[in-house]
């Protein structure tokens, strides 16, 4: 399974696949089709069945039941898009065998390390073979590990009959990292009662609890004069998204918040003295404090308004996903059966709210409650990115194991 595990990953992430928020395509990036198909020949060569692509881009195959019990149809899900934060172009994936728990040098001509003293949580994969970036571009393990591990699991089904499994559905989707993943999912299509995101992280995470989720444009109209002569005249756009900053609390950003904290998160500002853009997200598991942020952002733009002109500041807010705990857990059981999976192979299970959020919020309000499973990457979005291919063996057995449980736990 090793081997099997690389060979699909490397390929996988080769494939440049960021997804692009100023795009209006779905997928929004020519990349994401080129590996959506990849995957469509992959499936089916594998002998998964009913391997379908829309016209969005959303995969979708079966993997019929071998029993005669009557078990819910369950999926898994990936998404094939990476991040934008960080480039995702000529992705060149290195292997470290039997790591050695010291630095890693991902880059010796731009003096790139992966250190243990950087990144202490690398004491943990002391023996396991790695895969890393050569310190140019983000690896893709987000989500590619997901994917991987799903065709991995499937391709092992397969090829062992002897395993009971009631119908399994999969499904890789574009677009998950701009917040619409699922936006044009076909529930129906997909004909499962519960599913799983593979789109977690460090081994043993077990996500049900997500964040609540909006964006937040704003454009900002100044006006340019000539600064010898701009006295009384001169609007500068620019100082206008400082002053809009500074009003926000400075506690309740990213770099200073954990665990159930929410906050508020500059993008990116790009401007001069007549226009300036910027990009929020706003976060928050708590649905009033969520509402109270939006709110309260709200209030500092009308405040700006007033004193700068109504139609020089303009905002644009849209929700993304809220927090899908208040649909899953009516349905505990599938979080206990993955529970339960992880415990059976000597995993510690890891329950904590997701300091984000994944396809799974999302589908959750559509009626397919989908928890997140781990997938064994760290360190996503960025050049210092890495997966442990041991992990993403045990990811893919869990998965095999989730399969083996619903049917243990079916009715004959």
């Not at 994969?125 to 590990?145: E, M, Q, R, S």
Request: net charge negative.
């Amino acid at each position: 399974m090793k081997n099997e595990i690389i060979e699909r990953f490397t390929s996988y992430v080769k494939v440049d696949t960021q997804s692009n928020e100023e795009s209006e395509t779905c997928p929004s990036t020519p990349g994401q089709w080129t590996l959506l198909h990849m995957l469509v020949d992959e499936l089916k060569a594998i002998g998964m069945e009913e391997v379908t692509i829309d016209e969005n881009g959303y995969v979708m195959a079966t993997l019929p039941s071998n029993t005669e019990k009557e078990v819910p149809t369950i999926g898994f899900l990936a998404h094939v898009d990476t991040a934008t934060d960080f480039t995702g172009t000529n992705v060149n994936p290195q292997i470290v065998e039997d790591y050695d728990g010291n630095d890693i040098v991902l880059n010796d001509s731009l003096h790139i390390v992966l250190s243990p003293q950087d990144f202490p949580n690398l004491a943990n994969y002391k023996g396991h073979t790695l895969i890393t970036t050569d310190g140019t571009t983000l690896l893709g393990a987000d989500n590619k590990a997901g994917i991987t591990e799903i065709m991995t699991a499937m391709a092992y089904l397969i090829k062992h009959p002897e395993i009971k499994h009631g119908k399994v559905r999969v499904a890789f989707t574009p677009d998950e990292e701009i917040g619409r993943g699922p936006q044009k999912f076909d529930v129906t299509a997909f004909n499962a009662k519960y599913a799983y995101t593979v789109d977690g992280g460090p081994i043993g995470e077990l996500e049900y609890e997500s964040f609540n989720a909006a964006g937040a444009k704003i454009t900002i109209k100044g006006n340019n004069i000539h600064p010898g002569s701009a006295k009384g005249k001169m609007v500068n756009s620019v100082k206008i998204a400082m002053e809009l900053q500074s009003k926000l609390p400075v506690e309740e950003a990213p770099e200073y918040t954990e665990g159930y904290e929410g906050f508020y998160h500059l993008l990116s500002l790009n401007g001069d003295v007549e226009l300036t853009k910027m990009n929020y997200i706003i976060r928050d598991h708590d649905k009033e404090k969520f509402n109270a942020k939006k709110a309260n952002l709200e209030q500092i733009v009308n405040e700006l308004k007033v004193k700068y002109g109504e139609k020089n500041i303009i905002l644009e807010m849209n929700d993304q996903y809220y927090n899908m705990k208040d649909k899953i857990e009516p349905e505990m059981h599938i979080v206990d059966i993955a529970y339960e999976a992880m415990k059976s192979l000597d995993i510690e299970p890891i329950i904590s709210p997701i300091r984000g959020g994944t396809d799974g919020s999302q589908l959750s309000y559509m009626g397919l409650p989908t928890p997140n499973i781990f997938t064994g990457g760290e360190n996503f979005h960025g050049k210092y990115e890495f997966t442990s291919v041991d992990n993403m063996i045990k990811a893919t057995n869990v998965i095999i194991e989730i399969t083996k449980l619903f049917e243990e736990k079916a009715e004959a």
